[in-house]
């Protein structure tokens, strides 16, 4: 059974920062690129960020430089390290996987998680 289980979504002021976690098990983690989506209430899903098998980094344009992604396949978990948040980032946050790399759309074999949510509020 693969399972993708995002952590660390929470209430957070503008300005301030979060990391996202997400932990896969039931793949072999070291060869799939990782991603993470968002969707915001009423908008279209979009990809934000994504790292390669090999760890190459890909990010939407809105959130290069505050944003960044990172793994560890030693513990099967990719982070979303973001800072500077914004409003606008308020978001359902999912993690995805694909052999090798994130591919748009995503292809049959590709693994969502539940999502996280992230709220960037006063």
């Known amino acids: 059974q693969v399972q993708l289980v995002e952590s660390g979504g929470s209430l957070v002021q503008p300005g301030g920062s979060l990391r996202l976690s997400c932990v896969a098990s039931?793949?072999?983690?070291?060869?799939?690129?990782m991603g993470w989506y968002r969707q915001a209430f009423g908008k279209q899903r979009e990809l934000v960020a994504t790292?390669?098998?090999?760890?190459?980094?890909g990010y939407t344009d809105s959130v290069k430089g505050r944003f960044t992604i990172f793994r560890d396949n030693a513990k099967n978990t990719v982070y979303l390290q973001m800072n500077s948040l914004k409003v606008e980032d308020t978001a359902v946050y999912y993690c995805?996987?694909?052999?090798?790399?994130?591919?748009?759309?995503?292809?049959?074999?590709?693994?969502w998680g539940q999502g996280t949510q992230v709220t960037v509020s006063s």
């Open positions: 995805s996987a694909e052999r090798l790399r994130i591919t748009v759309p995503p292809s049959e074999d590709a693994y």
């Open positions: 039931g793949i072999a983690f070291s060869g799939y690129g």
């Open positions: 790292i390669t098998s090999l760890r190459n980094t």
